[in-house]
């Protein structure tokens, strides 16, 4: 195999977007008090800025912080966990929403999603309390993109072919991660004065069309995603092939 020889800005980018996804999986995860201490000294800001403008072009505004973290756990109970007959106001998990099954059962989409995991060697942990974690849930899809973006960089600096890993990524964007993205804003567009933190606001309001702008660059580099051919692709052959 001849050897692909990685700019610095592949690298840069590649790094840079894996951090956008992590930071943005930590910033939406339950609240914790690190989580608030980094909004209000700043360095979920110079964090996130960095990448976001070596990716967007633009800065990250400064926007001011919860008071305390139980404002921000308030905030954050009241869109995500809490809502009428006990159902969130804003789930953060895609079966949650019919119209991304697209008519496939809540378990069959699952497995769909599971089987991006399972390629990559991923498997669903246990939490405390026995319960596996939700492989459709944004934070899991969040952090496996910037899984994703690690091994982009990691061939990038080894001279191997990050192609396979560009066409994951692709793939989970536009099947997974993009739509789920777009789900959680439309719904929280609907709500009115839930006391969300300000930070997380603006990441509802920012990553769809983010996300849907590194789907076009990993297109441009990798080609477009393949569209479906007949029947959904099953949890065994989605797309599989062209991450090898």
Request: charged share 20%; aromatic share 8%; with cysteine.
């Amino acid at each position: 195999m001849t050897a692909v020889h990685a700019l610095p800005t592949d690298v840069a980018r590649a790094e840079a977007r894996g951090a956008v996804y992590r930071l943005a999986a930590a910033a939406l995860g339950y609240p914790l008090d690190e989580t608030q201490q980094a909004f209000a000294d700043g360095r979920f800001h110079a964090s996130l800025d960095e990448a976001w403008q070596l990716l967007a072009g633009e800065p990250w505004p400064r926007l001011a912080p919860s008071a305390s973290l139980a404002d921000l756990e308030v905030g954050y109970m009241a869109t995500f966990v809490h809502g009428e007959r006990g159902k969130p106001r804003v789930p953060l998990v895609a079966n949650a929403y019919p119209e991304l099954l697209a008519g496939l059962s809540p378990g069959s989409y699952l497995l769909n999603v599971q089987a991006f995991y399972r390629h990559f060697g991923l498997t669903a942990a246990l939490g405390d309390e026995g319960h596996t974690d939700e492989p459709d849930h944004l934070v899991a899809m969040l952090e496996f993109c910037a899984l994703l973006c690690h091994l982009e960089s990691r061939a990038l600096a080894g001279d191997a072919d990050p192609a396979p890993y560009r066409r994951a990524q692709r793939d989970f964007l536009a099947r997974c991660l993009g739509p789920l993205l777009h789900a959680v804003r439309e719904h929280y567009a609907q709500q009115r004065n839930l006391g969300l933190d300000a930070t997380l606001e603006r990441l509802i309001q920012t990553l769809p069309d983010w996300a849907d702008r590194q789907r076009l660059t990993l297109e441009a580099e990798v080609g477009p995603c393949p569209g479906p051919s007949g029947d959904r692709p099953t949890p065994d052959s989605a797309s599989q092939p062209l991450w090898d």
